[in-house]
């Protein structure tokens, strides 16, 4: 059975810092491209970042240079670090795995940005 569990989200100030985990269980984690998503109240879905099997990260323009991703496929771990945060990243955070027609996801983890 396959499962992406997200954890770490939570309330933070702006400017402050986050570091979103999934763990992934029931697949070749290796062989997966890891990325992370997120959807706003009201928008649709946008990725965030995305990482391959070799380790390349990509990242939306809109966390670039604030958001750094990074996977373990020693414990079949991807990480998403996220600093200077601004009220607009508030959102539900899902993780995603795809390997070809294969893709699943987290059920998601809330990073609310707040004073």
């Known amino acids: 059975q396959v499962q992406l569990v997200e954890s770490g989200g939570g309330l933070v100030q702006p400017g402050g810092s986050l570091r979103l985990s999934c763990a992934a269980s029931?697949?070749?984690?290796?062989?997966?491209?890891m990325a992370w998503y997120r959807q706003a109240p009201g928008k649709q879905r946008e990725l965030v970042a995305a990482?391959?099997?070799?380790?390349?990260?990509d990242y939306s323009p809109s966390v670039d240079g604030r958001f750094t991703i990074s996977r373990d496929d020693a414990k079949n771990m991807v990480y998403l670090q996220m600093n200077s945060l601004k009220p607009e990243d508030t959102a539900v955070y899902y993780c995603?795995?795809?390997?070809?027609?294969?893709?699943?996801w987290g059920r998601g983890t809330q990073v609310t940005v707040s004073s």
């Open positions: 990482i391959t099997g070799g380790g390349v990260p």
């Open positions: 995603k795995g795809t390997y070809y027609l294969d893709h699943f």
């Open positions: 029931g697949i070749d984690f290796r062989l997966y491209v």
